[in-house]
């Protein structure tokens, strides 16, 4: 249960930014015992996979705060951050010993299909809403709800590590959040509908 929640929480994150909960997760498994990556996935804790990875985050961190060319990076991203989802959702399943069963065991690609699924469905909202923001604000949104998803994503993957039952807060609230704002945009689009006619 935990294991699943926290591969949840760290593909979510992925849907984000793909760089951070990789980041996180293997700092955190190359400095201290929170995480301990198991065989075949020991790779990601290397000097060069952290260094890969620290040079594309910081790339993320730019591109994705300038308007318009966040568009042209979450097109790119678009294969990505799923991709980031469903290794991170593998490798953090695959590390909980106590949670393995014999089914998943033998089934591994259906954490990383989670995962994929998890971070492509993030993503998806990420790369539909970007456009509208920076529509509205004339780009002036982009740095901010850039930062935003940036602090969301490091703070969402401290979480799915460090105590994965709030993951279901997190995710309820952030349901919660756009089933809300859904129902504000129907509401304003009848009422002007109202006005119109």
């Known amino acids: ?3 699943a929640l926290t591969g949840i929480g760290l593909s979510a994150a992925a849907g984000l930014n793909a760089y951070i909960p990789f980041l996180v997760v293997a700092l955190l498994d190359r400095f201290t ?3 301990s990556l198991p065989v075949g996935y020991e790779w990601m804790s290397s000097w060069w996979a952290i260094g890969v990875g620290a040079v594309l985050l910081l790339a993320e961190l730019v591109l994705d705060k300038v308007p318009v060319v966040d568009s042209a990076n979450d097109a790119v991203q678009t294969f990505i951050r799923p991709a980031s989802g469903g290794l991170i959702f593998a490798a953090t399943s695959a590390a909980a010993d106590l ?3 014999s089914w998943v065991q033998a089934h591994p690609w259906v954490s990383v299909l989670a995962g994929i699924l998890v971070a492509g469905l993030v993503h998806t ?3 539909a809403a970007r456009p509208v923001v920076n529509a509205t604000t004339a ?3 982009a740095p901010v709800v850039s930062a935003a998803e940036d602090g969301v994503s490091v703070g969402l993957s401290l979480i799915a590590v460090l105590v994965p039952v709030l993951v279901l807060l997190v995710l ?3 349901v919660w959040g756009f089933v809300a704002l859904r129902r504000r945009r129907r509401r304003a689009a009848r009422t002007g509908d109202g006005l119109a006619g």
Do not use: D, I, Q, R
């Open 33 to 35: 015992t929170l995480v």
């Open 125 to 127: 909202g990420k790369a």
């Open 139 to 141: 780009g002036l949104g």
């Open 172 to 174: 309820a609230a952030a």
């Open 99 to 101: 949670e393995a069963s």
């Open 1 to 3: 249960m935990f294991a």
